[in-house]
């Protein structure tokens, strides 16, 4: 027979440990959460990009077509003010439109599986909800930060 006391828990200690799990599964779930809005935000900058390097250069084109049109009007009404004002504005529309196209960086890869798991891994482990203490839980979270920044930015 065993002589080995065991510990009868209060109701309250038994409830303490029932929400400290449940707190816990609440915790993994924030962190796959946060990691999914990251990636949803990265994606949609992929999808901004591929949007404008598809469709902006149609609208530089565009743009660049109805400045040529009012500057030759402009021209041939050379008497008119509003022929020069409306040629002026579609001529910095134009160039506007051929600046912010030429600015347009080369689409970021997507992560791969094996990428989102380790960033899913290091979210884990440095979650601000898994914080001791508040300095911890500051220093956590200047961490998830930047963890998510380089993320969503592809450098992650």
Do not use: W
């Amino acid at each position: 027979m065993s002589t080995d006391l065991v510990q009868n828990r209060t109701p309250e200690e038994q409830e303490l440990e029932r929400k400290n799990v449940e707190l816990a599964s609440f915790e993994a779930d924030l962190i796959q959460r946060e990691l999914d809005l990251a990636t949803l935000r990265a994606d949609l900058a992929e999808f901004e990009a591929r949007y404008l390097r598809q469709v902006g250069v149609l609208y530089a084109e565009l743009d660049e077509i109805e400045a040529r049109i009012a500057e030759a009007l402009a021209s041939r009404m050379p008497s008119d003010p509003g022929a020069r004002e409306q040629a002026v504005r579609a001529r910095a529309q134009a160039d506007e439109s051929s600046l912010t196209m030429r600015a347009i960086a080369e689409p970021k890869s997507k992560p791969t599986e094996s990428h989102e798991k380790t960033i899913s891994g290091v979210a884990k482990c440095i979650h601000p909800d898994l914080a001791t203490n508040d300095a911890d839980r500051t220093h956590r979270q200047i961490l998830m930060a930047e963890a998510n920044r380089a993320y969503e930015e592809g450098d992650g």
